[in-house]
């Protein structure tokens, strides 16, 4: 019996094209990655072709390149990606929103609560993409004069995820009883202090939201490196990944499959 299997598919947004000329296609919307109208209708259109997710990429700073090629990238301008995909939850049914959260550069807390929000908005859609943002000029943003060392923003990212997946875990299930007659509105005995003491992060919880729609959010990573490929397998349930050849990309999804058993 031939096991008969699912495409899915991802539109890698940012928030519309990923090609930094794609403004000038005959045709286009120049002002896109601004215009919330234009990107309504691909959300829409990409909702109703049967694609699974909206995928938010994101920076944190306008990408380090020459300036004379930055001119003509339409890259320096996009949505912050929750308060995107939060507007975007109301305006689709099915599709998932997948946003990317830095690790680096955000506190866990914040992030956790975001996600979940995302999660109750759009009734159980939310994505989260976890990646260590290595533009070094992010850093400047920040009140850093230089970037994390590249080991030291995964070992942080891989703490940044227990904590946020810890916070996700704040509140058991059914914990919001909302009892109008006893005046209980929620059961303490399923309310969870996380209590997390690490190398990076100090963080007792809980969280004030309630337990995500799907508990917790989609798990989505992106990174090739060998320290990216580890979180990928440990944390991920969806790879973000390019290759320029089929057996290239095989060794990779057999080295992070390996790497997941």
Not at 62 to 79: G, H, Q
């Amino acid at each position: 019996m031939v096991r008969k299997r699912q495409l899915h598919l991802g539109a890698f947004m940012r928030p519309a094209t990923i090609h930094t000329g794609g403004w000038r296609y005959p045709n286009s919307y120049a002002d896109a990655n601004f215009n919330f109208e234009h990107i309504k209708k691909f959300a829409q259109r990409l909702e109703k072709a049967k694609f699974d997710a909206f995928f938010m990429a994101d920076h944190l700073a306008v990408l380090n390149m020459p300036l004379d090629a930055l001119k003509r990238s339409a890259t320096p301008t996009s949505f912050e990606p929750f308060t995107l995909l939060s507007a975007l939850a109301s305006v689709t049914k099915n599709i998932g929103l997948v946003a990317t959260g830095s690790t680096t550069y955000d506190e866990p807390y914040h992030v956790a609560r975001r996600f979940a929000s995302l999660d109750h908005i759009s009734g159980g859609r939310a994505g989260w993409n976890i990646v260590t943002t290595s533009n070094p000029n992010a850093s400047l943003n920040f009140g850093l004069e230089e970037a994390l060392e590249h080991g030291d923003r995964y070992a942080r990212a891989r703490e940044f995820y227990d904590v946020v997946t810890g916070l996700w875990d704040s509140w058991d299930e059914e914990a919001f009883i909302k009892n109008k007659e006893t005046g209980e509105y929620f059961d303490p005995k399923k309310l969870n202090i996380l209590d997390h003491k690490g190398k990076y992060f100090s963080v007792r919880g809980p969280l004030n939201i309630a337990r995500p729609v799907q508990g917790w959010p989609l798990i989505v990573q992106a990174g090739s490196s060998d320290a990216g490929r580890q979180l990928a397998a440990e944390t991920a349930e969806a790879v973000f990944t390019s290759h320029s050849d089929l057996i290239a990309a095989r060794a990779f999804y057999l080295d992070v499959k390996t790497r997941a058993k």
